[in-house]
């Protein structure tokens, strides 16, 4: 977390520090990504980079959370809007994410999540992990549409939508066809939907 120094710059400083933070992150993995590319891109001393942050895994960690924090907002919006329709809301996400590509802060986080393909997408956006979201979100969500068997398919089912969405938006960036990367996502949560295994072979497991 951020020192309280931090929060207490000028707003515009605060934004050209993440400004270059996420230009940084965006454009190489992780651990590739220089302190000094940032500092010197923010305008900044060194010095003063380590009042704010502890190191660079806190920027990362804290840009992450916010895109996070972000994304969980608009996915209670969904849902409430849904009626609780789990699998429309996500596309909705999707559809919305899109609409506003061209703000640039939904592109950078899907560039941030193509450099850092080998991260869990639900834990890279938060680092609480996707079933803290869910636990902020569960109230909203109507169990009744959902085939739920044990304690975890609920949980389950979250972070496999989390990561068919993040998938579908890092396709959709490196493609430039948003089109056929949301009709596969669709495709997707068809499968989900309805299941891989045949109904022959759900009577056998019944």
Not at 94 to 105: R, T, V, Y
């Amino acid at each position: 977390m951020p020192s309280a120094t931090f929060y207490n710059l000028p707003e515009e400083k605060r934004e050209r520090l993440l400004r270059a933070a996420r230009e940084e992150f965006s454009r190489v993995p992780y651990e590739s990504a220089s302190v000094n590319r940032i500092i010197r891109s923010a305008g900044i001393p060194r010095g003063s980079f380590y009042m704010y942050f502890t190191d660079k895994e806190e920027l990362f960690g804290h840009l992450m959370d916010s895109y996070g924090a972000l994304l969980e907002r608009r996915m209670g919006e969904m849902l409430e809007q849904r009626e609780g329709d789990l699998f429309a809301a996500f596309l909705d996400l999707f559809d919305h994410i899109q609409a506003h590509w061209g703000d640039g802060k939904y592109r950078e986080m899907a560039d941030i999540l193509r450099c850092n393909r080998q991260m869990q997408p639900g834990v890279l956006l938060n680092r609480e992990g996707p079933e803290a979201s869910l636990a902020r979100l569960r109230d909203r969500v109507d169990l009744s549409r959902l085939d739920l068997r044990t304690e975890t398919d609920l949980s389950d089912i979250f972070h496999l939508l989390v990561s068919a969405v993040a998938g579908t938006l890092v396709a959709a960036g490196t493609s430039g066809d948003p089109a056929g990367a949301r009709a596969r996502l669709m495709r997707v949560f068809g499968i989900l939907r309805r299941g891989a295994a045949s109904k022959a072979v759900r009577r056998e497991e019944a």
